[in-house]
């Protein structure tokens, strides 16, 4: 099975920071990785596909990047409406695996 | 838009079986793979299983392999996880998703069911 390491597991920023975060996969994956935003209380939500495709209606201040085993999301001037928790989810091969999650939070 | 709705879920006694449902509209549900994905209460979030369009081509979690099977019926738009053996460990939010193809990320995700497993 792939394993996904995402860091860091929690992020204090201010709004109108830039924040990146990162995902390593253990093997391998292309660009078979998505973001996925998540507030509490509610589904995930798609921001990024295919490493570096934003999803139709989300802010261009998310980008993605990366290839192979090293991929990161970076958010590049946040909004209060971005703190949230985010994971990523590789899916280059079954079982598809997720990131332990990101919580985004107030400074 | 695309909606996705899952019912089924409650509490049930370890052992013990539960169905879940997910109604699908505003997409061709024919033409999309699916997929379940759960979350314990205040953990990340786990993929349990995915089937292809006609239903042959599934996928399971080890954790769920032989316990869960994922099906499908095209003609009434609907996702179904028929679970057995449950235990304590699969207490979980379960959501629906679908996924324009097997190989494909799960993109949009219902507002997801909550069952406990308890005694």
């Known amino acids: 099975d792939i394993q996904m390491t995402q860091s860091p597991s929690s992020l204090s920023a201010s709004v109108g920071d830039r924040v990146t975060i990162t995902c390593r996969a253990s093997q391998g994956i292309r660009d078979d990785l998505g973001w996925y935003q998540q507030k509490p209380g509610r589904a995930p939500k798609r921001l990024i596909y295919?490493?570096?495709t934003l999803q139709s209606g989300v802010p261009s201040r998310f980008s993605g990047s990366g290839s192979g085993t090293e991929f990161t999301l970076t958010i590049s001037s946040l909004q209060p409406e971005d703190f949230a928790t985010y994971y990523c989810?590789?899916?280059?091969?079954?079982?598809?695996?997720f990131g332990q999650g990101t919580n985004l939070e107030i400074k | 838009d695309v909606q996705l709705l899952e019912s089924g879920g409650g509490l049930v006694q370890p052992g013990g079986s539960l169905r879940l449902s997910c109604a699908a509209s505003?997409?061709?549900?024919?033409?999309?793979?699916m997929s379940w994905v759960r979350q314990a209460p205040g953990k990340g979030l786990e993929w349990v299983s995915s089937i292809g369009t006609r239903g042959p081509d599934t996928f399971y979690a080890d954790s769920v392999k032989g316990r869960f099977t994922i099906s499908r019926d095209n003609s009434r738009n609907t996702l179904y996880l028929q679970m057995n053996s449950l235990r304590a460990e699969d207490t979980a939010v379960y959501y629906c998703a679908n996924q324009r193809y097997t190989s494909s990320s799960v993109d949009y995700w219902g507002p997801g069911t909550l069952v406990t497993v308890s005694s």
């Open positions: 295919a490493a570096s």
């Open positions: 505003g997409f061709t549900f024919s033409s999309y793979a």
């Open positions: 989810l590789q899916y280059d091969s079954y079982p598809r695996t």
